[in-house]
């Protein structure tokens, strides 16, 4: 099973292609301190103006925030202001929009959100794509033709504004018959996806009830066996292999042919937003299962996505390392099982012939000096594993003020890092164990250890490995960090007024 850090950093080597209604969504924002003279409303004074690509634009941004190497993006504008912001949003987020179809026959689909004080005063709808002529179904078509040979994966993002056709369904399914590839649909119509069997459909709750025909809305709240049921019929309607019904603060339950439901756990957030969550969920997923993980795995590092997702402002887009510190931080969480996961990763790369770098530290406060240490490092070899003191072993190491940071914060954070292919806790004062667990071939110091004897050099000896002593930064330093933050607290402190 390949450990989740490696399937997101594989997203670097997948193209991703979205079908589906592309939005602009635009922000104004401003403070309002009176009301309007003309009428009950209040007067905002703008101060933030935003445009941001919505929809199935959202979608495409996300998957390329993540990392994918290339996003294809298939959909409709039209010849009008709302289009031309919406294209500069998309090449800032460097999706490809050579597949988007422009025509004077549809406007531009745009959600104008208005705030006053972080708080919603009105949105505005504006756009029309349902009645587009055959001609640009026509061109449509063939920008799926064109686009579909060299994807990877295939995200449908449909609000059922006209750019899924019949035709084009059809064409699709006929497209993955001769080339399989991971397919996640998203739509507010599943029923129409009866014959594409899809890879894994994601609706909300609210959507999969509504494609069986279960009435009901919010207040009935969130049953798993009354989800698990609407996952099954769904699976029986479209002939999906998966059902991830997403539940918000309730997380997702996942559905499967033959396997029993699973009910994936959201990460607790405080006062989460919305707008965007569920596109994270699917792009992050949806890469996952490209780089080859199994549709649980793929689930939860869709969960990790949203979980940052959340915590946004306005239209949310979640990065690539944002994604790998939420997927270290979950798996360091863990009582049990990622340090196995680990050392089965290293004993793999072992065995492929790769050579194992291995180093430790505290990590606390992490700098740029930690960041060029850990990229020198990983140079000397092909993986690099390290070792983070836990806290406990941080407090014998460092005294009774440290760490700043916590284990787990410490750990995700090394983890996130690209140069770093596992970072594991160890509770030891010195890495001699972990050093005899993973057998590296080389073991990595920094410069201050250059004139003194290193502690775990006999664990070093054991396993066959060499020492290395790298040079460090001058002037970077946790302690140097931390001195420097003391001294301009105090100097702010002195220099307040009364």
Not at 154 to 164: E, K, N, Q, R, T
Not at 174 to 189: A, G, I, M, T, Y
Not at 312 to 331: I, S
């Amino acid at each position: 099973m390949t450990p989740p850090l490696d399937l997101v950093r594989r997203f670097g080597d997948l193209h991703a292609l979205v079908i589906g209604d592309v939005m602009l969504d635009s922000y104004l924002e401003g403070t309002a301190s009176r009301l309007c003279a003309e009428g009950p409303v209040p007067v905002v004074n703008k101060t933030v103006e935003e445009r941001t690509p919505g929809g199935a634009a959202n979608t495409a941004a996300n998957l390329r925030a993540l990392g994918a190497r290339r996003v294809s993006l298939l959909g409709m504008i039209g010849a009008d202001a709302s289009g031309n912001h919406l294209r500069a949003a998309l090449d800032q987020a460097g999706v490809d929009t050579s597949c988007l179809v422009e025509d004077d026959a549809v406007s531009t689909l745009h959600k104008l959100r208005i705030l006053a004080d972080s708080q919603y005063v009105v949105r505005f709808d504006e756009g029309d794509t349902r009645n587009c002529p055959l001609e640009v179904h026509d061109r449509l078509l063939a920008n799926l033709e064109r686009a579909f040979v060299e994807c990877d994966v295939v995200v449908v993002s449909d609000y059922d504004y006209g750019v899924l056709s019949e035709t084009l369904l059809a064409r699709l399914s006929e497209l993955r018959r001769s080339r399989p590839s991971v397919l996640l649909v998203d739509s507010k119509n599943l029923p129409r996806y009866r014959s594409v069997n899809a890879t894994v459909l994601t609706p909300n709750h609210l959507e999969a009830r509504a494609a069986v025909g279960w009435s009901g809305g919010k207040e009935q709240g969130v049953s798993l066996p009354d989800e698990e049921e609407t996952g099954r019929r769904l699976l029986a309607m479209t002939g999906a292999e998966h059902v991830a019904v997403t539940m918000g603060a309730e997380g997702v339950l996942l559905v499967g042919r033959t396997d029993q439901a699973l009910h994936l756990p959201a990460h607790p957030v405080s006062q989460p937003k919305d707008v965007g969550a569920g596109d994270s969920f699917v792009a992050a997923m949806g890469l996952a299962l490209a780089a080859g993980g199994d549709v649980t795995e793929a689930a939860r590092i869709g969960i990790d996505a949203a979980s940052v997702a959340v915590t946004k402002q306005r239209t949310a887009v979640v990065t690539h390392q944002e994604l790998l510190q939420a997927v270290g931080t979950r798996l360091q969480s863990k009582e049990e099982g990622y340090p196995h996961l680990a050392v089965q990763a290293v004993e793999d790369a072992r065995n492929a012939g790769h050579r194992i770098v291995f180093t430790n530290g505290v990590f606390d406060i992490l700098h740029a000096g930690h960041v060029n240490f850990l990229r020198r490092a990983k140079a000397l070899g092909d993986v690099l594993v390290v070792g983070v003191n836990t806290d406990r072993g941080a407090r014998r190491l460092k005294g009774a003020g440290r760490p700043v940071n916590s284990e787990r914060d410490r750990v995700a954070l090394v983890a996130a890092l690209d140069s770093v292919d596992h970072a594991v806790l160890f509770d030891e004062d010195t890495p001699a164990e972990l050093i005899r667990t993973l057998r590296p071939h080389v073991h990595v110091k920094g410069g201050d250890y250059a004139d003194g004897p290193l502690p775990e050099a006999e664990a070093v000896e054991e396993v066959g490995g060499e020492v290395a002593i790298l040079p460090l930064l001058d002037g970077h330093s946790t302690s140097d960090v931390i001195d420097r933050i003391a001294a301009l607290a105090s100097r702010n402190l002195q220099e307040s007024p009364l």
